[in-house]
């Protein structure tokens, strides 16, 4: 396959929905011990999402993907359960999250006249958890490429060309393995790998394999998985989930129930009362002691008051606040009326009136 027919698709070749049909039956989930394990599966050139969807779906999993180009991301937006549309090389992901990486990657080089294949299986492996199943789809001449890498990572390979007449268009492989805990290098095993991109493969079956590989099941708990660019709609969903404002303890600390009494840790000053009829919270609070009961409301108003001028042509105001407070006596219904200047200030008559 030349550069020029890769080049004129982006890069994308969708595997065909019979290739993906035999994969699920070569893939088993791992049966979690309760709720709260799941199995994750991550596409990271998904395309328009139909595989991992589908590998998600008969694995009963999580399905998550990135898409570089904008119409399929939206297509693949309503397939799956998580998508960034973004470079799979511009994310953060969080590493051994994943149960199961489906790698179809695009058929070509980069910049530096790498093999794209290579160079997503080498960014994108850390994302698979120790124990975790790849699923390689690639070409099969470049599969030496990755050979080394992929016997120093990977064990339990299974290899299969695409069934007929698929195999004819793009001479495409299947590799299927398991995730090493720790990279060993293994020359036999890259020996054999480079051996399999020159020599006949059997066919994918189409039925279940003998035994399946297993995805593991994982704890259900939030992973990593964003872009590193930021995006407002992203940071606005996530805000709105996890932000400090949906926080029960700092909610409780900013709206205290209202039938809770709160003592203040100093006590008032006038100033302070003031605010308060300023504000109304004194409006309609029914205060006792001593067996007296009263009903208090506040008021803060505006008053022009006159300012010495300089000039006796020239009059001069100055806008200040009045506070008045009304205290009904609930036993007897006299009215006690407070206003600011008087001698005892609105204060005393509320430290009076109020327990």
């Known amino acids: 396959m030349s550069r020029l027919e890769s080049q004129a698709v982006a890069g994308f070749f969708p595997t065909p929905p019979r290739v993906v049909t035999a ?31 589908a590998l998600a779906q008969a694995l009963g999993g999580e399905s998550y993907g990135i898409e570089i180009n904008d119409e399929r991301a939206e297509a693949c937006r309503a397939r799956l359960d998580h998508l960034l549309a973004t470079s799979a090389f511009s994310v953060r992901l969080a590493n051994g999250a994943f149960s199961c990486l489906y790698l179809n990657p695009p058929y070509d080089y980069d910049d530096e006249k790498r ?10 492996s850390r994302a698979l958890c120790p124990g975790g199943v790849l699923v390689f789809v690639i070409p099969q001449a470049r599969l030496a490429v990755s050979a080394r890498y992929l016997a120093a990572h990977y064990t339990g390979f299974r290899v299969y060309r695409f069934p007929d007449p698929e195999f004819a268009a793009f001479q ?16 036999e095993a890259q020996a054999q790998l480079e051996s399999w991109s020159i020599r006949a493969l059997p066919p994918l079956p189409d039925g279940p394999a003998t035994p399946p590989l297993v995805a593991p099941a994982l704890p259900r708990t939030d992973v990593l998985f964003a872009p590193l660019a930021f995006d407002p709609a992203l940071a606005a969903q996530e805000a709105r989930r996890r932000g400090v404002w949906v926080q029960p303890a700092f909610a409780e600390q900013l709206w205290p129930p209202a039938e809770r009494p709160v003592r203040p840790l100093m ?25 007296r009961r009263v009903l208090v409301k506040g008021r803060t108003r505006k008053e022009l008051v ?38 005892a200030g609105p204060d005393a008559a509320l430290r009076g009136a109020a327990a």
């Open 23 to 53: 994969l699920s039956h070569l893939l088993h989930a791992a049966t979690p011990t309760d709720r709260r394990r799941v199995v994750r599966l991550l596409d990271p050139c998904a395309g328009t999402g139909e595989p991992v969807s």
């Open 115 to 124: 093999r794209l294949e290579h160079a997503f299986l080498t960014s994108l």
């Open 172 to 187: 495409q492989m299947v590799l299927l393995a398991v995730k090493k805990a720790q990279a060993i290098p293994d020359g």
């Open 267 to 291: 006590p008032l000053r006038r100033g302070h009362l003031a605010l308060l009829i300023a504000a109304g919270l004194l409006n309609n609070v029914v205060l006792q002691q001593g067996g």
């Open 306 to 343: 006159p300012v010495e001028s300089d000039d006796e042509n020239t009059e001069i105001q100055r806008e200040v606040l009045r506070t008045s407070v009304v205290v009904l006596d609930l036993d007897s219904g006299a009215f006690d009326v407070v206003e600011q200047g008087d001698t």
